[in-house]
């Protein structure tokens, strides 16, 4: 069954692997992609370096599958679950955005 992104009427994509993935003990990564050009994230738990370092493996996986694994995208990271993460998490993340040539633009709701 095909679904639709209620705002935008695009198609979103996902697959098993990419959903309520356990990336840690206290982390749980959630990854699908709206459209050809926009991934959305709604990580849920405790970021920690483990599960932040885990997810942005996760994430560059699904980064493969957009724009024929080459154009750039936006990022949607939707923060309603996520219960706080650790300093050395949030660093690793911004990092990992900075370094991201593709990443035209980060989201955070």
Not at 12 to 18: A, I, N, Q, T
Not at 32 to 38: P, R, T, V
């Amino acid at each position: 069954m095909d679904l639709f992104c209620p705002v935008t009427g695009l198609r979103v994509f996902s697959r098993s692997e990419w959903t309520n993935k356990k990336v840690s003990d206290t982390f749980v990564a959630d990854f699908s992609i709206i459209g050809n050009s926009i991934i959305y994230s709604s990580p849920s738990g405790k970021a920690d370096l483990k599960g932040v370092q885990n997810s942005s493996a996760l994430k560059k996986e699904v980064v493969k599958h957009i724009s024929d694994g080459n154009g750039p995208y936006i990022q949607i990271q939707d923060y309603a679950s996520l219960n706080g993460s650790t300093q050395a998490a949030r660093s690793c993340f911004i990092n990992n955005a900075n370094e991201d040539k593709r990443l035209l633009s980060l989201i955070f709701l």
